[in-house]
């Protein structure tokens, strides 16, 4: 379990989750399906999102997240609904350069982290790889 206290940083967005559902292939974002993989931050969604190699996630995946004013306090990788997606330690390591901390979880987990981290007012991105 993590421990959202530990995050700084208090904003208020609200008591209603930005991530409405997940199932494989399908996420609802303030009432709007995607099926292709995306990106959300507080105020926007950016949908579309391809990665260098599928199931590997690289530095330059993440230009929207590290380009984000301000930079998010933590990013929430949704890794799929199997979990196949692998985060790279160079990406790891750049994250934690720029102060992010990293939550890696199946998707169907991380989602619900990212509502989580965000009703606790937190700066958060999320990552979110929909199928495999």
Partial sequence: MLDFKSFKVPINF???P???SYD???IVVDGKRYTSDLIVFPEKVVSGWWRKE????????L???FSHTPLPEVLVV???YSGLVKVLPEVEKALK????KLVVQPTVEAYKTFNELLKAGRLVAGAFHLTC
């Fill in 14 to 16: 609200g008591e209603k």
């Fill in 18 to 20: 930005l991530i409405d």
């Fill in 24 to 26: 494989f292939g399908v």
């Fill in 54 to 61: 599928g199931h590997k996630l690289y530095i330059e995946d």
């Fill in 63 to 65: 230009k929207e997240v």
């Fill in 78 to 80: 949704g890794t799929g």
């Fill in 97 to 100: 350069e720029h102060g992010i």
